[in-house]
Each structure stands twice: as C-alpha cells, then as structure tokens.
C-alpha cells in the first residue's frame, strides 16, 4: 500500500466529532419535540396534529437543506459548511424561546432544518465514509450510534427542562447548549488527505462494476422513504402513546431514552455486521427487525413492558440509518457521494416528517394510535420488498463481474 493511502489516526478524530455534534443537532431536530407535544398541547390547546407539523417543518427544511449543502460540502470542504449549520440552528432554538404562535415555530423549524442540519448530516456523514477504506461500516455506525444517543438523550432531557423551566425555558437552554459544544467540534472537522493515483485508479476500475448510480440513488430513495415513515411513528409517538396509558411525561421520556441507548450499541452492531456480510443484507435484516415488532407497541400497557420491549425494538431498529448510509458509501463513488447521499437523505426525511405528522394525524381522527402503527408496518414491509430487490441486482452485477 502506498505510504499515502495509510488509514491516518486523526480519522478517529473525526468519527468522535461527528458522533458528538449529530447527537445534539439531529436529537434534537428529529424528534426532539416528542417531549413538548403534550406540554404544547396543554399550554397553548394547539391539536397534536397541529404540533406535530413543526416537527415536519423541521424535517423538511433538513430533507431540502440537504440536498444543497451536501455537494456544497464537496465544493468548500466540510468545515465551514457544518460550523455554519450548528451556528444557525443554534439560534433558531434561542428563537423558539420567545415564539408564541405556530407559524412562527413553522418558519423558525424550517429554517433551522435547510440551513442548519441540513448543513450537518449529509457532510458530516460524507465526511466519516471518506477517511475510511476499511472497516468502513463500524466507522459509521459509531458516528450514527452518536445520533441515536441524541435521539434519546434531547427528548429525556427536553422533558426534565420543561418541567423545571417551562417550555421557553427548554428551547432556550438548548439552544445556549448547541452553540457551547458544537461550534468548537465543528472545528475539528476537515476533509481527508488526498489520495494516490494508484488507488484512485483503483476506484475507477471498482466504479465498473457497480450499479449505475443513478439506479441505485433512485431504489435507495424510494425504500429510506418507506422505512422513515415506520421508524417515526414511534420516535415521534411513543411518548405520548405512554402518556396516554396514564405514565407521566418523565417515565415517558426515560423509556424512548433507554430505547435509544441500546439503540447505540445497535447502531455499532449493525455497522460491524455490515463489514462482515455486507451493506445491504445487514440493511435488510435491520428493517425486517423493526417491520416484524414496530405494531407490538399498541399492545403494551405498563411500564416495566414498554422498557423491556423498547429495549429489544430498539437494538434492531437502530441498525437501520446505520445500514442506509454503509449501503450508500459502498454502492457509490467517492466523486458523487456527498450528492448521493443528500438525495438520498432527503427522501429519508420527507419519510420521517410524513411518518410523524400521519401519526398525530390519525391519532386526532381516531382518538388512538392503532392506525398510526399499522400504517408504519406496511411501510416497513414495502421498504424490504424494494431493498430486496437491490440486493439482487447488485449481486447479479457481482456474478458477472466474476465470471468475466
């Protein structure tokens, strides 16, 4: 191996920083606002339908963002993009802590989502698959296992803040709390050294026998929408589905935060299964585990069921984004994968704010969540139908590969 191709130690570096800076951002961008919807509800008499579109103005405002900051990443290197996205969305939560009406929270969530973690994912994440050759898949997972952290720590935490200083209170504190402790992490970040010539003729040859990518772009699209739309409802409605057994807004908390804690070790199994047996069938065994339990929480009725049961949904669950994102790295060149994964990615955020919103939705038209749940099982089975079928062409393309 040419001595300029070495795996460099500042990569580990980078896979800390970006765990770090995604479990506050994307904690709190993606189902952070779990913990105020109930508060809101009570506080302003706003529909959980209603509050919930903030979260959807959120995820949007990501899904888009993305989509643009992802290639501007490749364009002026991943450090001054995400610094300016965890500065924006660092304000925009201040913001939120004098905001009263629900356009405002609209306006303010879309803005935070296009110009401040959609500046975070997608180069972030480019970013950890780029200063990886080997072992690729556990990097990522690491790095997502960070995001899972915040997916259950933000609204654990987001829930004792409310209660001790209300509502503005909790916006304000998170937003004092990301300008703190991620502007000085996104100064950690940069690109990768440049590669030799030898291996990037290494990836032209490799790029002959993959899928073209605007095939594999479109088939990852359409699937990370389906299995975005299972994969929130619960995010988004397992706290209040507990509130609404009669456990309070703190036992509620703790039970998606020990979710989402062994959803860390899930994330990281996931990546290193993904190194051993490849991107898509760990992607594929990861939905089918989240496809097969995600409608059992209907059925749950005390506390202690809906820690245990959350424990194990969990584990399976978390291994999906992380599948995502491997699949996405190995499928595609390294000239095109931070547009990649943007689109990608975007797809995979209209699925989450779909997912969320039809989940207050139903629950204001039925008066329950039986519908909501069901709707996130049919996702997740049409999610595996078209990943299955990924997985086949890309292992005929390998059979031919090796028969010629």
């Avoid at 990281?268 to 989240?290: E, V």
């Avoid at 704010?353 to 996130?376: K, M, P, R, S």
Wanted: with cysteine.
């Amino acid at each position: 191996m040419d001595k300029s191709d070495r795996q460099p130690t500042y990569r580990w570096v980078i896979v800390t920083a970006s765990a770090l800076i995604l479990a506050v951002s994307m904690g709190a961008t993606v189902n952070g606002l779990s913990a105020f919807i109930v508060p809101m509800q009570d506080a302003f008499g706003w529909q959980r339908g209603d509050i919930t579109l903030i979260n959807f103005s959120g995820i949007m405002g990501l899904a888009f963002g993305g989509l643009v900051m992802g290639p501007l990443a490749d364009r002026k290197g991943t450090r001054p993009v995400v610094l300016g996205g965890v500065i924006v969305l660092g304000l925009c939560y201040l913001a939120a802590s004098v905001v009263t009406s629900l356009w405002q929270f609209y306006l303010l969530f879309f803005i935070g989502g296009f110009f401040g973690a959609g500046a975070i994912f997608p180069p972030v994440m480019a970013a950890v698959g780029n200063w990886f050759q080997v072992g690729v898949g556990t990097a990522i997972g690491i790095a997502s296992a960070g995001q899972a952290l915040g997916q259950g720590g933000v609204p654990f935490v987001s829930s004792l803040l409310i209660g001790s200083f209300g509502i503005s209170g909790a916006f304000g504190i998170t937003g004092a709390v990301m300008l703190a402790a991620l502007v000085p992490l996104a100064c950690l970040l940069r690109n990768p050294p440049q590669r030799s010539a030898a291996m990037q003729q290494s990836d032209a040859a490799e790029e002959e026998n993959r899928l073209p990518t605007r095939t594999v772009v479109m088939r990852m699209s359409a699937a990370i929408t389906l299995c975005c739309i299972c994969m929130s409802v619960p995010l988004m409605h397992l706290v209040p589905l507990i509130q609404d057994r009669g456990f309070s807004a703190e036992q509620a908390g703790s039970v998606i935060f020990v979710m989402l804690l062994v959803a860390i070790i899930g994330r990281l199994s996931f990546g290193m299964l993904a190194d051993r047996i490849g991107a898509l069938p760990a992607y594929m065994t990861a939905t089918a585990w989240m496809t097969l339990m995600v409608f059992g929480f209907i059925y749950v009725q005390n506390i202690g069921s809906f820690y245990a049961y959350a424990v194990i949904y969990g584990f399976g669950y978390a291994g999906v984004m992380t599948g995502v994102l491997v699949s996405i790295r190995m499928l595609t060149p390294p000239s095109r994968r931070a547009s990649a994964i943007g689109i990608v990615i975007m797809f995979g955020w209209f699925g989450h704010a779909i997912g969320g919103y039809q989940g207050g939705l139903l629950y204001d038209l039925t008066g329950n969540y039986t519908a909501a749940y069901a709707v996130a099982a049919l996702a997740g089975i049409l999610n595996l139908i078209i990943v299955s079928s990924l997985f086949r062409k890309t292992r005929r393309l390998e059979g031919m590969a090796m028969a010629a």
